[in-house]
């Protein structure tokens, strides 16, 4: 018996290490879900004149976070949020609701009301958060005002994904100096930190994204995008549709506007593992009940699905 006994033990141990093999190689294949999210004001402000400073409504937080749970993003990209305090909120939520991202990033530039967040299942392997970017109109020095969130993620051993989050100027007219020239000009900022990032690392992995409060066929993404657009060093716009094939990413209510505001751009060789037939604008019919945006979600395979 004693033979037979030690065979079983070696058989049985084999089909483990096997069985766990075949679960770690389907994890490293299984694709990575990305969300970019602009979630309308999550933070305290004030939202009636005359009144004092409240929180986003709890019926409106309460939307966003079932959205996300719909979506459940391994990695959550947003814009508009406060404080750490405000950030462990929505992390508490989204983990009531089965979504648990224990890592998080942070960054702000010259506004530290709105402020950039990264959450994340998986570790943050760098960080590189830019908060105190500034530029030039004629002789006014201007900061960038919600800086640039720079984190890299480890997909797998062999795949470092760079994630790079915005919140350009909006199109609101300001006295201080032209809406468009100012985004133009943080758009610029962007794009030398993306440059810095290429001269360190010629085949990065690179996802910028956010709310770049830009149409298509504006500079701003131009200038993001670079020049020339066949170069190695230029990052692809991902054309995202919701469920009935728009683009729009965002609802101006008072005048009935639908604008693609929210986009996600991709170095050259990070493109072909984006999984497009599976990536989206996620739509729901009382999204406005959340924000005025909708979620852009994409689909990140570790193998490229394009040669």
Known sequence: MQPLLQFTRRVFGLAVFFAGAAQLAAAETEP????????????????????????????????????LASIHPDILGVCEIGTADDLAELQLRLLQAGVDLPYTEMAHGGDETRRLALLSR?????RNSQTSLTYQIGAQTLPLQRGILDVT?????????????????????????????????????????????FAQERGARILAYGDFNAHRNDPTVAEVMGSPRTGETTLLDVL??????E????????????????????????????????SCIHSERDFHKASDHRPLVLKIRPEPIMK
């Open 122 to 126: 998986l570790p943050i392997k760098a």
């Open 247 to 278: 683009v729009w990413t965002h609802f101006w209510d008072t005048a009935d506007v639908y604008s693609r505001l929210d986009y996600c751009f991709t170095s050259r060789l990070l493109r072909p593992h984006i999984d497009t037939r599976n």
């Open 32 to 67: 990575v879900t990305f969300c970019s999210y602009n979630l309308k004001n999550w933070l305290t402000m004030e939202r009636s004149a005359g009144l004092p400073p409240t929180s986003k409504p709890e019926a409106e937080r309460a939307r966003a976070v079932n959205i």
């Open 153 to 197: 993620i480890a997909i797998t051993p062999t795949f470092d994904l760079h994630l790079l989050g915005v919140h350009l100027k909006s199109m609101r007219t300001i006295p201080e100096a032209d809406q468009a020239e100012m985004r133009r000009n943080e758009a610029r900022l962007l794009r030398l930190h993306v440059d810095a990032l």
């Open 240 to 245: 995202l549709r919701d469920a009935n094939g």
